[in-house]
Structure formats: structure tokens, C-alpha cells
């Protein structure tokens, strides 16, 4: 049975905010784990309405995203789906981890310090 992931997108990061995310990257893996299609889509404007109507057309079963309304966090829920919200960092490094079971809602994925901390 495969399951398909959906990665809100700012640029190569998870996208900050859940109802501003303009992309999106939709990753089905294999029973294994295994990635077997991605896709990276494009929405026509902003709108975390649109959004959960788009995870629910493509039969989603988790979400990774930033900060996020309390609102459509329980409805998504609702529906049984999966949902890690607070997530920052770059979105291939947070596939990588939910994949490896080590992704948790809230985890910030990039170095301690920031950018200035590797210059020192």
C-alpha cells in the first residue's frame, strides 16, 4: 500500500505558514518507505481552504508544514490524516526524516546557531 506525503513549499524550506503556502511538494512512497513519485505542484493563490481541499482530492495521509490554524489542524485530523505542524527547515531534509520515523511536529531542522555560526 503506498502513502502519499505532502510538504508545504517556501522555495526549497517547508513553507512558515500553512495558509500562505503557494507550493506544495506531494511525495508517494511504497510500503517500504520507498519513493516511487513526486511531484511538485504550483497553486493557483494562497488559501489553506484550497489546501486541505487539494490534500483530501489526492488522498493524502500526512501533512508537514509549518505554523498552522488550530482549525484546519483539527479538521485535517479529523479527516485521519497525519499531520506535523511547527516544522522548519529544509523540506528534503524534513521528508527524509518523517521517512526515517524521526520527524515530530515543532522540530526545527536547521543548524543551531544559523548561517553566522558556521563562519566562527
Same mark, same amino acid.
Given at each position: 500500500?503506498?502513502?502519499?506525503?505532502?510538504?508545504?513549499?517556501?522555495?526549497?524550506?517547508?513553507?512558515?505558514?500553512?495558509?500562505?503556502?503557494?507550493?506544495?511538494?506531494?511525495?508517494?512512497?511504497?510500503?517500504?518507505?520507498?519513493?516511487?513519485?513526486?511531484?511538485?505542484?504550483?497553486?493557483?493563490?494562497?488559501?489553506?481552504?484550497?489546501?486541505?481541499?487539494?490534500? @483530501?482530492?489526492?488522498?493524502?495521509?500526512?501533512?508537514?508544514? +509549518? =505554523?498552522? #490554524?488550530? %482549525? *484546519?489542524?483539527?479538521?485535517?485530523?479529523?479527516?485521519?490524516?497525519?499531520?506535523?505542524?511547527?516544522?522548519?527547515?529544509?523540506?528534503?531534509?524534513?521528508?527524509?526524516?518523517?521517512?526515517?520515523?524521526? @520527524?515530530?511536529?515543532?522540530?526545527?531542522?536547521?543548524?543551531? +546557531? =544559523?548561517? #553566522?555560526? %558556521? *563562519?566562527?
Amino acid at each position: 500500500m503506498s502513502t502519499k506525503i505532502l510538504v508545504t513549499l517556501y522555495r526549497n524550506e517547508v513553507a512558515p505558514r500553512f495558509d500562505l503556502a503557494s507550493e506544495v511538494l506531494l511525495v508517494t512512497v511504497d510500503a517500504t518507505g520507498r519513493e516511487v513519485k513526486r511531484q511538485e505542484l504550483v497553486l493557483a493563490h494562497s488559501s489553506a481552504d484550497d489546501l486541505c481541499d487539494l490534500i @483530501l482530492d489526492r488522498d493524502v495521509s500526512v501533512v508537514i508544514t +509549518g =505554523g498552522m #490554524e488550530e %482549525e *484546519h489542524y483539527h479538521y485535517l485530523r479529523w479527516k485521519r490524516l497525519a499531520v506535523l505542524d511547527g516544522v522548519a527547515g529544509l523540506a528534503e531534509d524534513a521528508l527524509a526524516r518523517h521517512l526515517s520515523g524521526q @520527524l515530530e511536529s515543532g522540530d526545527i531542522l536547521f543548524p543551531r +546557531g =544559523g548561517p #553566522e555560526a %558556521e *563562519h566562527a
